[in-house]
């Protein structure tokens, strides 16, 4: 069984491909990474399920009402071919169906990015063309925009808890992908859940290149109407710019 139908497909989670602008170049890699506060636990340690479940009931039915969910953003990417992180900021909007992303780039560069299950759409500012990359499907991307928005159901299918930390009103969960078509791209990955409000606060991730990243989001808006949805999400560019589409086999 694929991805798709042990997911299912009623979710903001088709495609979620984050994107850090570093100059005038993108790097399509996907931005979400692992807890840096999630303790590294030793292998005989076991989680605190009941608490982690509990957690994850509750944030799943925080948004199970939502169509459209905004955020400010700060990302901050760790890599070995740079010796300090990448941090850039801006502004998410999702879409769920049909399944979208939308992100404003504000720093370091001004940047348009929108994608969705199966396209990649980025474009500098300034630029009088916008390059769109066509691609079957990303898997990393469909797990990590689920635990984003909140659909966890069959979470532990595809996923072990090895490890839950609360910690000044903060609940992290870290997972580990059982999924092998997720784990040729994850190690690992984390969640950060507002024990308060149950809404996201951050999603993570690291990949087998060893590359870090993580999305910190700022109070996160949940709506069931979005005026101009259409304009936002299928028309995100100034008529005038030109689109460069490329086909790549993996995104």
Same mark, same amino acid.
């Given at each position: $069984? @694929?991805?798709? @139908? ?7 989670? +088709?495609? +979620? ?6 100059? #005038?170049?993108? #790097? ?14 030793? =292998? ?24 459209? /969910?905004?955020?400010? !953003? ?10 300090? %992180?990448? /941090? ?8 769920? =169906?049909?399944?979208?992303?939308? $992100?404003?780039?504000?720093? %370091? ?28 499907? @990303? ?18 299918? +595809?996923?072990? *808890?090895?490890? !839950?930390?609360? &910690? ?17 791209? +994850? ?5 950060? *859940? #507002? ?9 993570? !991730?690291?990949?087998?290149?060893? =590359? ?10 949940? $709506?069931? =109407? ?5 304009? /936002?999400?299928?028309? %995100?560019?100034?008529?005038? &710019?030109? &689109?460069?589409?490329?086909?790549? #086999?993996?995104?």
């Amino acid at each position: $069984m @694929n991805m798709k @139908n042990k997911l299912g497909t009623h979710s903001f989670a +088709l495609v +979620l491909l984050f994107v850090v602008a570093v100059g #005038d170049s993108v #790097d399509a890699t996907l931005s979400v990474g692992v807890a840096h506060r999630v303790d590294e636990q030793n =292998e005989t340690t076991k989680p605190d399920l009941v608490a982690a479940r509990a957690t994850l009931a509750a944030f799943s039915a925080k948004l199970s009402d939502a169509k459209f /969910i905004a955020a400010d !953003y700060r990302q901050i990417r760790e890599t070995f071919l740079f010796g300090t %992180p990448i /941090i850039s900021k801006g502004r998410i909007q999702l879409r769920r =169906e049909p399944a979208c992303l939308r $992100m404003d780039v504000r720093e %370091p560069k001004a940047a348009i990015i929108r994608s969705d299950a199966t396209s990649h759409l980025t474009w500098h500012a300034g630029k009088e063309r916008a390059e769109r990359l066509e691609f079957k499907r @990303n898997e990393t991307a469909v797990t990590l925009v689920r635990l984003l928005t909140g659909e966890v159901k069959d979470l532990e299918k +595809l996923f072990e *808890i090895r490890s !839950y930390s609360s &910690i000044d009103g903060v609940s992290e969960i870290g997972l580990v992908p059982l999924d092998k078509q997720v784990a040729e791209q +994850l190690t690992r990955l984390a969640l950060s *859940i #507002d024990a308060k409000t149950a809404l996201p606060i951050a999603v993570e !991730y690291e990949n087998l290149d060893g =590359e870090k990243v993580r999305i910190e989001l700022t109070s996160p808006v949940l $709506m069931k =109407e979005l005026k101009d949805a259409r304009r /936002i999400f299928e028309k %995100p560019l100034p008529e005038h &710019i030109k &689109i460069v589409t490329r086909r790549i #086999d993996k995104p």
